[in-house]
C-alpha cells in the first residue's frame, strides 16, 4: 500500500467500509444564498455533523484549518478546479481551469483532492484539456501520495440527459481508467442502471448529492438507493447545509451510508 491508498483507506469507516463526505466546495462555481450563513460558521455546522471528509476550496481550507485540527476530525478534501456552472454566467461560455496541484493540496492540509472529468463540452478541446490536466494530476498525487477523486458528469452542454446511465458509466470508466483512485459521479435514480455504471468501474464509486432536494425523504430514499446499488458511499453538499436541521440530516444521511450512527 502506497501513501496515496493509505489516504483513501482513511476516508472509509473501517466497519461498513463506506464513506459520507459532506461537499461545502460551492463557492468557487455557484452562488451560495446568503441565508446559509457565514462560511466558517456552515463549515463548524458540517463538521459538528460527523462527515468523514469534507469536500472544500483551497481558500475555505486555509481560512477553516483550525475547524480540522482535532484528533477524529473529518478529512479536509480540497477541490482542485474550476468550471462554469451558474446560469448566470453561461454566457462566457463553457471553460475549465485547475486550480491547486497535488503538492498544493498536501501543504494546505488536504487528505485528498477532487477534480472534474466534464464530458460533452460544445468544444471538444475542452474535453482534451480535462483529460490532460487529470492525467498530469494523476501522476503527480501518486507521486507526492495523495488520493485523486474524479468527479465524473455528463454536465458539458451537448449532453441533453445528464443522467443517461452509459454515458455516466462511459465517463466513470474514463476517470479510472486516467488515473482516479475514486469516483464522484451522478446517482442515475434508478438502482439497477446505478449498479451497472459502478460494476463497470475498477475503484471505488460515490455518488453526489446535487441541488436541495424537494423532501428529506427523498433526499434519504435516494441515498439508500444508492448504497445498495453498489455504491462505497456519497458526497452530499446542498442537500446537507440547506437543510432546516443540517447535524440531524448529516446523522441521517450518515446512517444510510453506514447501517448504524457512526462512531468517532
Keep these: 500500500m502506497d501513501a496515496a491508498e493509505l489516504r483513501l483507506e482513511r476516508?472509509?469507516?473501517?466497519?461498513?467500509?463506506?464513506?459520507?463526505?459532506?461537499?461545502?466546495?460551492?463557492?468557487?462555481?455557484l452562488r451560495v444564498p446568503p441565508e446559509a450563513g457565514k462560511p466558517l460558521e456552515v463549515v463548524e455546522k458540517i463538521i459538528a455533523g460527523a462527515p468523514d471528509g469534507v469536500l472544500i476550496s483551497p481558500g475555505l481550507l486555509k481560512q477553516s484549518s483550525h475547524l480540522f485540527a482535532f484528533r477524529g476530525a473529518p478529512v479536509p478534501i480540497l477541490?482542485?478546479?474550476?468550471?462554469?456552472?451558474?446560469?448566470?454566467?453561461?454566457?462566457?461560455?463553457?471553460?475549465y481551469r485547475t486550480t491547486c496541484t497535488p503538492s498544493e493540496a498536501l501543504a494546505l492540509g488536504a487528505g485528498a483532492m477532487v477534480m472534474y472529468l466534464i464530458m460533452g463540452p460544445e468544444e471538444g478541446a475542452m474535453?482534451?484539456?480535462?483529460?490532460?490536466a487529470i492525467t498530469q494530476a494523476a501522476h503527480e498525487a501518486r507521486r507526492v501520495g495523495i488520493p485523486l477523486i474524479v468527479e465524473a458528469t455528463l454536465w458539458g452542454s451537448r449532453m441533453e440527459d445528464k443522467k443517461?446511465?452509459?454515458?455516466?458509466?462511459?465517463?466513470?470508466?474514463?476517470?479510472?481508467?486516467?488515473?482516479?483512485?475514486?469516483?464522484?459521479?451522478?446517482?442515475?435514480?434508478?438502482?439497477?442502471t446505478m449498479a451497472a455504471v459502478i460494476e463497470g468501474c475498477a475503484v471505488p464509486v460515490l455518488t453526489l448529492g446535487g441541488a436541495k432536494g424537494g423532501s428529506t425523504e427523498a433526499v434519504l430514499e435516494a441515498a439508500r438507493d444508492a448504497i445498495q446499488s453498489g455504491a462505497k458511499g456519497l458526497i452530499f453538499g446542498r442537500n446537507v447545509w440547506q437543510a432546516d436541521d443540517p447535524i440531524a440530516m448529516s446523522a441521517a444521511l450518515r446512517e444510510a451510508v453506514h447501517g448504524s450512527p457512526a462512531s468517532r
Design 164 to 192: 443517461d446511465p452509459d454515458l455516466l458509466a462511459y465517463c466513470c470508466r474514463i476517470a479510472a481508467e486516467l488515473g482516479a483512485d475514486a469516483i464522484k459521479t451522478e446517482y442515475t435514480g434508478d438502482p439497477e
Design 11 to 29: 476516508l472509509f469507516d473501517r466497519q461498513s467500509g463506506r464513506s459520507f463526505i459532506t461537499a461545502f466546495d460551492h463557492g468557487t462555481t
Design 79 to 95: 477541490r482542485a478546479d474550476w468550471i462554469v456552472l451558474d446560469e448566470r454566467m453561461k454566457d462566457i461560455g463553457e471553460h
Design 127 to 132: 474535453f482534451a484539456d480535462n483529460v490532460r
